[in-house]
């Protein structure tokens, strides 16, 4: 089984620049996270999707940060204008998440982006 | 209050002894526990998940967890130089994960 697929792996920008990332989860998964993470740090939610509703968002700056996931399978997070404090590792997440059923949680990670704002 | 705390670390221990990692909680209504290890320039990797009180082992591993005191703990027995990694707990809250930021574990050959 194909694991949760991440593009581009590196990007390098200028501040102000705009830029994207994609993410295509485990294939049957129907919940999509988007992550941040900065060095030293655990991954911070910044967007919670149940097939293509976003639940929460709460995270995420919404001045700046935009993201969708039309058919309810991949998935784009953009960032547009890109400031200096942007610059982290940019994880997506799937999980199962059938409802009533346990162990249906369980997120998988991407291998990451990692955007440096110049 | 952080939503999940760890130790940062590092934590030390020689090859062949018992790393203990330490995790708290802050929210009573959590009921879906994990750990995950994370490789220097990798992504996290699900190590384990634990949703009962008590003890869960797999291989080298036991994850335990009380939620009366709110706390959960990764132990691995025999630790290997290839464990050292940070390893991040992350706590089920109202369908949204939170992670601790991490503890990171260093097993010395």
């Known amino acids: 089984e194909a694991g949760v697929v991440q593009s581009p792996r590196y990007k390098i920008i200028e501040k102000k620049q705009p830029v994207a990332f994609w993410c295509n989860p485990i294939?049957?998964?129907?919940?999509l996270y988007w992550y941040r993470q900065n060095l030293g740090q655990g991954p911070e939610l910044l967007i919670r999707?149940?097939?293509?509703?976003?639940?929460?968002d709460s995270q995420l700056p919404k001045d700046r940060f935009s993201a969708e996931r039309l058919k309810g399978v991949d998935s784009t997070l953009k960032i547009q204008p890109a400031e200096l404090g942007d610059s982290a590792v940019y994880l997506c997440?799937?999980?199962?998440?059938?409802?009533?059923?346990?162990?249906?949680?369980?997120?998988?990670f991407g291998p990451g982006t990692r955007l440096t704002v110049l | 209050q952080k939503e999940v705390e760890q130790n940062s670390g590092p934590l030390s221990v020689p090859e062949g002894a018992i790393a203990s990692l330490n995790c708290t909680y802050s929210?009573?209504?959590?009921?879906?526990f994990f750990w995950y290890r994370q490789y220097s320039g990798k992504s996290p990797e699900l190590i384990m998940s634990?949703?009962?009180?008590g003890d869960k082992e797999d291989g080298r591993f036991t994850a335990q967890l009380n939620k009366a005191s709110q706390y959960v703990s990764l132990l691995i027995r025999d630790s290997q130089p290839s464990d050292s990694a940070t390893y991040l707990c992350?706590?089920?809250?109202?369908?949204?994960?939170?992670f601790g930021a991490g503890t990171r574990l260093t097993v010395k050959p």
């Open positions: 997440a799937s999980s199962p998440s059938a409802w009533g059923l346990t162990n249906t949680d369980t997120q998988y």
């Open positions: 294939s049957g998964h129907n919940t």
């Open positions: 999707y149940e097939n293509e509703e976003a639940v929460d």
């Open positions: 929210d009573r209504v959590s009921q879906s």
């Open positions: 634990i949703y009962s009180n």
């Open positions: 992350a706590v089920n809250i109202w369908d949204d994960m939170r």
